[in-house]
């Protein structure tokens, strides 16, 4: 069992849909949450971070923490053509390490 | 000019040739990592530095090496390609602190053919 769980997709929305894109895990150790978002050929680069438990807003973007379930979401309101890409979660144990384990991404389609 | 930039940006090598991936910063950051991204498989840490003198396997370190020349330059080694590292690498840099945000270069396109 990987220890991050990721649906692939990819998903197909329309513009103005609310998505919902999750991930779970089995390390309990985890204690930082993030969702990288990463355009064709690019580089991955950070959207939102969450520090254990708890929901996080930034304009049309909502991170969701639930430890006890070990399930993280990411919402994305009022969704745009320019948010198609792949979305990638990715989490981290509170070492000195600081690795980031990522799942797999799903990948997000917005039709005009 | 990209805080991280990786060369080459894309690269097709035999089966058995040694191959050397750059990477170079100007975010000031002590830690640098190299992932690899599979479809499907997602991003997986390869090896990865604190500093000049601190090198660590990551999860899929078999088949690779690196070097740490400096604190903005990591370089990632193929040793003798094979067709399975056929992958896209990522170098990252952090600061480290509260392990909140990694920084990615572009990426490197690798085929072994």
């Known amino acids: 069992q990987k220890e991050v769980e990721q649906d692939p997709g990819p998903l197909s929305v329309p513009e103005g849909a609310i998505v919902s894109l999750n991930c779970t895990y089995s390390?309990?150790?985890?204690?930082?949450f993030m969702w990288y978002r990463q355009y064709s050929r690019k580089g991955p680069e950070l959207l939102m971070y969450?520090?254990?438990?708890g929901n996080k807003e930034d304009g049309r973007f909502t991170a969701q923490v639930d430890k006890s379930s070990k399930y993280i979401s990411l919402f994305i309101r009022d969704s745009q053509p320019s948010d198609s890409a792949t979305y990638l979660c990715?989490?981290?144990?509170?070492?000195?390490?600081?690795?980031?384990?990522f799942g797999s991404g799903t990948r997000l389609l917005v039709r005009p | 000019d990209a805080d991280v930039t990786q060369t080459p940006r894309n690269r097709i090598t035999k089966t058995g040739k040694r191959i050397m991936l750059e990477c170079s910063q100007t975010?000031?950051?002590?830690?640098m990592y190299w992932y690899r991204q599979d479809p499907g498989l997602g991003l997986r840490l390869i090896y990865y530095?604190?500093?000049?003198?601190?090198?660590n396997k990551g999860e899929i370190s078999d088949g690779y090496s690196v070097s740490r020349q400096a604190q903005a330059k990591f370089s990632l080694s193929l040793e003798s390609a094979i067709p399975n590292q056929t992958a896209l690498y990522f170098c990252?840099?952090?600061?480290?602190?509260?392990?909140?945000?990694?920084?990615f270069g572009q990426g490197t396109r690798l085929t072994v053919v």
């Open positions: 990252a840099t952090s600061d480290g602190a509260g392990g909140t945000e990694a920084f």
């Open positions: 390390n309990s150790a985890f204690q930082y």
């Open positions: 969450t520090y254990s438990s």
């Open positions: 990715a989490m981290s144990e509170k070492d000195s390490s600081y690795k980031l384990i």
């Open positions: 975010k000031g950051h002590d830690r």
């Open positions: 530095s604190f500093d000049v003198k601190d090198i």
